[in-house]
């Protein structure tokens, strides 16, 4: 089976920086992917990482450790706006699906 | 970026309609669609992969009698939700992508509420 675990709620102020963490277990791998999800809208896609390493894209970027199961999100400079849902999604080599963890809902205040 | 538009947004039906749900892919080829449902304070739940030409593959617990789908070109598929009752009221997503390692891209998503 799968299991893929993050962090129910997060809060952090505006202008500082957070990491949201996720880890997985599945067979299968082919790439992790991070999506944003506003209340009532749907995921957009953020990041992905396939090989172990950082991928930055402005002030979003995430890691992956294949090894370790493990994976984070880093926001740096934090807007108001970034207060959303976080979803990591494993990628299933064999089907190309996403299992999606329960989101990290994280609240940037003032 | 890739774009994919869902349509309708939201419906408001009695319970016993059937509902369609469109999905289609405006700048790139679609070979594969994900249909997802999402509860309230929930995660997305994979229901059923749509490849254009063959029948959609349905996760287990889905019915494929009640979740139709259809993949008729790269471009759309659909989702019909037959005879629908007030517990299949919920946010329905779909996803494309143009190839097996880019990203899923989703639609809008369409609100469903059965009364």
């Known amino acids: 089976g799968q299991n893929i675990d993050q962090p129910t709620e997060m809060t952090a102020t505006e202008g500082a920086i957070v990491q949201i963490n996720c880890t997985y277990q599945?067979?299968?791998?082919?790439?992790l992917f991070w999506y944003q999800q506003h209340a009532g809208e749907a995921p957009t896609f953020l990041s992905y990482?396939?090989?172990?390493g950082l991928e930055e894209k402005g002030r979003f970027s995430s890691f992956l450790s294949r090894s370790k199961g493990y994976s984070y999100l880093l926001l740096k400079e934090l807007q108001m706006k970034d207060s959303a849902s976080y979803l990591c999604?494993?990628?299933?080599?064999?089907?190309?699906?996403?299992?999606f963890g329960q989101g990290t809902t994280l609240q940037v205040k003032p | 970026g890739a774009v994919v538009s869902q349509h309708p947004s939201r419906v408001i039906c009695k319970s016993g309609t059937s509902v369609k749900i469109e999905c289609r892919s405006l700048?790139?080829?679609?070979?594969?669609m994900f249909w997802y449902r999402q509860f309230p304070k929930q995660s997305l739940m994979l229901m059923a992969t749509?490849?254009?030409?063959?029948?959609?593959?349905?996760e287990q617990g889905v019915e494929k009698d009640k979740f139709l789908i259809n993949h008729a070109s790269l471009t759309l598929s659909t989702l019909t939700v037959t005879s629908a009752h007030p517990e299949d009221s919920s946010f329905y997503i779909c996803?494309?992508?143009?190839?097996?390692?880019?990203?899923?891209?989703f639609g809008d998503g369409t609100r469903l509420s059965i009364l």
């Open positions: 700048d790139f080829q679609a070979t594969t």
């Open positions: 599945t067979s299968g791998f082919n790439g």
């Open positions: 996803s494309a992508r143009w190839a097996g390692n880019q990203p899923q891209h």
């Open positions: 990482n396939v090989l172990d």
């Open positions: 749509s490849n254009e030409g063959s029948k959609a593959t349905y």
């Open positions: 999604a494993v990628r299933k080599s064999n089907t190309g699906k996403l299992i």
